[in-house]
């Protein structure tokens, strides 16, 4: 029954469930029975493990259908793998606590919401979902406090761990234990679901040149206002930017790392210094104007202004007509990687999958929904309202669903295997240099 790492890690400290109402409440006067007082099952550090912790734990197996052993001996085992568990948690905690940057709240909020969307559906209503929090004595509003503490914690630890993993090289795995671990995991794999395999050359609209001109000019005027400092940063990406999903923030992105912006902004937002404005940058979506708040290590946080060129009509008939050119050569038998590097958008994928097909976007979902393998399917319109975007697409392989074999799932384990070993590598390390007093 012993949690592996890394399934410890994935779900650390978002499972914690709040005691019941009736463990809580005193007992009638009169027939009071003698209080129970909690038990110190650890020490880590500066912190302890109650008893009372791990109990939760076992609750919580039980809930998920887990079967707990009855006899005395195999009872205190599980309480120590718990034990043991819960102190590895505390030690990735405090390091965590110590060497990473702190989370964005955006980023807490938002993994908040998703969080208690899902458990919502998993009640089947919000009222439902209501009625078994109130069983616990909790409202839904002390609920979320008690979700984004942990999520918040969580997402501090596997910061940390991100951090560590981009320092070190990953320990070894031979073929020997990929193939005893899926073994031992192979009744857990559940069935593969039907998936997808194809590259596609997406075309995207493009403005003229004399739209590029007026928007880099507009540009141009208030990088001007911005370097004079007549008015804060902010409020100049609240008046002019064209980013939707930031200008009311005052262009805020939060905090980044390499490899989570296209390459022309990274670049020129890891070559500032906090505090200074960049020169226009150019990318897909439009010209920026970016100014560097604050640089903790390996990450940033910035603001951006954004212009984007105006499209007209004409420049998104202009697209859907090439992506129909386009579409007719692939059918002709063009290479389809050949056409992706001469007209492709280069933000999006030029080869996708193996995929699950009840994952495809919308408008992927309903145009490949009966491809079979050499199909070549489009332009398929992909919706984006801003900048219209078309799909040519040449399906490679579809694979209904059935059991998962060794070699779909080998890269997955061996990944899976090499990041166990290094968390439980670095664990053993901070263990070392923490204090530990396990008491059960």
Known sequence: MRKSITAFVALLLVTHSARSLAAQEPAPAGNRQPELVDRVAAVVGDSVILLTQVEEQVQQLRALGQRIPEGPAEQQRLHREIVQNLVNEQILLQAALRDSTPVPEREVEERLEQDLAQRIRGFGSEP???????????????????????????????????????????????????????????????????????????????????????????????????????????????????????????????????????????????????????????????FHIIKLERAQGSERRARHILFRPTITDADVERARTQAGEIAARVREGESVAAL????????????????????????????????????????????????????????????????YTFEDVRDRLREQLRQQKFIEQLIEELRRQTYVDVRI
Not at 360 to 368: C, T
Not at 373 to 393: I, M, N, S, T
């Open 340 to 403: 992706a590097e001469q007209f492709a958008d280069k933000t999006e994928p030029a080869q996708v999958g193996p995929l699950p097909k009840d994952q495809l976007p919308g408008p992927y979902a309903d145009a490949l929904a009966a491809a079979n393998a050499g199909d070549v399917v489009g332009p398929v319109a992909l919706g984006d309202a801003e900048r219209p975007k078309w799909a040519v697409v040449r399906v490679h392989e579809v694979r209904s669903q059935g059991e």
């Open 128 to 286: 439902a979902f209501n009625q078994a929090l109130a069983a616990e004595g909790l409202t839904l509003a002390e609920y979320r406090e008690i979700l984004r503490g942990d999520l918040r914690r969580s997402a501090l630890v596997q910061r940390y761990i991100e951090t560590q993993r981009r320092k070190r090289v990953l320990p070894p795995v031979d073929s020997a234990e990929v193939r005893a671990f899926f073994e031992a995991q192979r009744g857990r794999l559940g069935q593969r679901p039907a998936t997808i395999t194809f590259e596609q050359v997406v075309i995207a609209t493009q403005p003229p040149d004399s739209a590029r001109a007026t928007a880099r000019a507009t540009a141009e005027q208030v990088l001007a206002q911005a370097r004079a400092g007549g008015e804060d940063f902010a409020n100049l990406a609240r008046r002019y930017s064209d980013d939707p999903g930031t200008r009311n923030q005052g262009g805020d992105l939060g905090w980044f790392q390499r490899g989570q912006m296209v390459s022309a902004f990274e670049e020129a937002a890891f070559s500032l210094r906090p505090g200074q404005i960049s020169d226009i940058v150019e990318t897909p979506f439009g």
